[in-house]
Nanobody, 116 residues
């Protein structure tokens, strides 16, 4: 099993920055991607960013491309999401997730609120 714990959410002014962190523990040998998703009430979870565990390749959702950066530390089993130039529409619950081969593992989520 895999456990994921997010941290770093909070309230920030538009144009500001936040860094989210996710610590993974458990049996990680089968994980091929890790990533961040976000969700607002009534909406399906949206891809924010993913990173390949093997190659380090990254992919970003169109709405955050150029503003957010995902990184992974394979020795610490952590992924971070550096968010800059935050906008009110970035307000959501942000979830860390792991793919093996679908997305069976999810953190509890961390709230990000961006005020105008």
């Amino acid at each position: 099993q895999v456990q994921l714990v997010e941290s770093g959410g909070g309230l920030v002014q538009a144009g500001g920055s936040l860094r989210l962190s996710c610590e993974a523990s458990g049996s990680l040998h089968g994980i091929n991607y890790m990533g961040w998703f976000r969700q607002t009430p009534g909406q399906r979870r949206e891809l924010v960013a993913i990173v390949s565990s093997n190659t380090g390749h990254t992919k970003y959702g169109d709405s955050v491309s150029g503003r957010f950066t995902i990184s992974r530390d394979n020795t610490k089993n952590t992924i971070d999401l550096q968010m800059t130039n935050l906008k009110p529409e970035d307000t959501a619950v942000y979830y860390c997730a792991a793919k093996d081969p679908d997305w069976p593992y999810w953190g509890q989520g961390t709230q990000v609120t961006v005020s105008s």
